[in-house]
């Protein structure tokens, strides 16, 4: 065997190797990009569902502040409501003819009168609670109508104010009158 042979032989056997490493670092570079192209699948994947999870979780903080805003306007808007049937009923009150004024403190008073000594009414009825009453005139009160009747010693007061009963039954049919202006 010649020189030339064994250089063949040893260039073949080196081919052979070579081509043998370069398949095996072929298979492994492409094992690696595989393995390396399902992580980065996975980890977008993740990402992903993280970021949709991140999404949907303000959508939800948005439309739920959206609904409160919604429902506090809505509150506002009937309490508006309701403060301005308040305030129509307190002007009613306000402009009652004389005789109706002057029937509804005839029945308080009759219905109070026994075993109290003064009463108070606004400047306005003076005359009217005088002709009514002969409990002691004891002074002028501010409001829109109504008396307040007190016993001797002013141990006991009642309130018969009529900004008083309004508020009262006001506060009392409050539910109801919301059930009836706004379903």
Do not use: W
């Not at 005839?106 to 009453?133: F, G, M, W």
């Amino acid at each position: 065997m010649g020189l030339d042979a064994i250089v063949e032989e040893i260039r073949a056997k080196g081919k052979v190797e070579a081509d043998k490493i370069s398949k095996e670092t072929s298979s492994e570079v492409s094992k690696i990009t595989e393995e390396a192209q399902a992580a980065a699948t996975k980890l977008k994947a993740a990402k992903e569902e993280v970021v949709r999870r991140e999404i949907e979780r303000l959508r939800q903080q948005e439309r739920s502040s959206a609904n409160l805003e919604v429902k506090k306007a809505i509150l506002n808007a009937r309490k508006e409501i309701l403060d301005e049937v308040y305030q129509h009923a307190k002007e009613s009150i306000e402009k009652l003819p004389p005789e109706k004024n002057q029937k509804l403190l005839k029945a308080i008073i009759e219905k109070n009168q026994d075993n109290n000594a003064k009463i108070y009414s606004r400047a306005k009825d003076k005359p009217v609670v005088k002709k009514l009453t002969k409990l002691t005139q004891a002074g002028d009160i501010e409001c829109i109508g109504g008396v307040v009747i007190e016993n001797a010693d002013g141990s006991e007061v009642l309130d018969f104010k009529y900004d008083t009963i309004l508020k009262n039954v006001s506060e009392q049919s409050l539910k109801q009158v919301s059930d009836i202006l706004f379903g």
